[in-house]
């Protein structure tokens, strides 16, 4: 038992030491975001094998799974719980690093990699809003659908590249859950690149 425990304490010492060297207090955001970036991978990865693309369905299917899988109930509130303490440590960590103004001395790839990969996050909540198939859903969708027609002059339909058409159905809840999956993955590559440059020797 004492075993046990010393290797799982000389395990977190490790994690400690490897992404946050000598746990600087400055480094205590980015640490926290870290976390709360690997439990709404886990938990995303845990509600797609129980996703069912169809707007009809969906909170139906969701008050049944809450009722007969144990864990769904949790696993879905960490979920939504994560989107918004991901955007809140994201502006105290870029907030910090202005009040310390990290930007005179530090490295410029580091703050253009964190960037980047803060407005990418905002296109990971837009898809993954839209996929929730309430109300909240579908006045998200037809908003980004009337955003991409006015950049395109108002041309008829030409939203329908990306948006089947402004309200949500099977065929654009499909192509949304793949874009969500593909694009918080494509997030959790910038932010492993935004954290190799911060931590370069």
Known sequence: MRGGRGLAAFLFRYAVHVLVPSFRPTSVFGFALLVNIIV????????????VPDPSFVMTFREEYTNEVWWFAYVHKAHVVGVDSIFVLSYFHIVKKVYIKNFVGSDLDGWVTGTYAFLVYHAV?????????????????????????????????????????????????????????????????????????????
């Open 40 to 51: 709404q991978m886990w938990s995303g990865l845990m509600l797609a094998l129980y996703y």
């Open 125 to 201: 909540v837009f898809l993954g809003i839209t996929l929730s198939s309430n109300h909240l859903g579908d006045l998200t969708l037809t908003i980004g659908a009337n955003i991409f027609w006015s950049l395109f002059l108002f041309q008829h339909k030409s939203y329908a590249a990306v948006f089947t058409n402004k309200h949500l159905n099977v065929d654009q809840l499909t192509r949304f859950m793949v874009g969500h999956y593909v694009v918080a993955w494509y997030y959790t590559y910038l932010v492993q690149v935004h954290i190799m440059f911060i931590h370069e020797m």
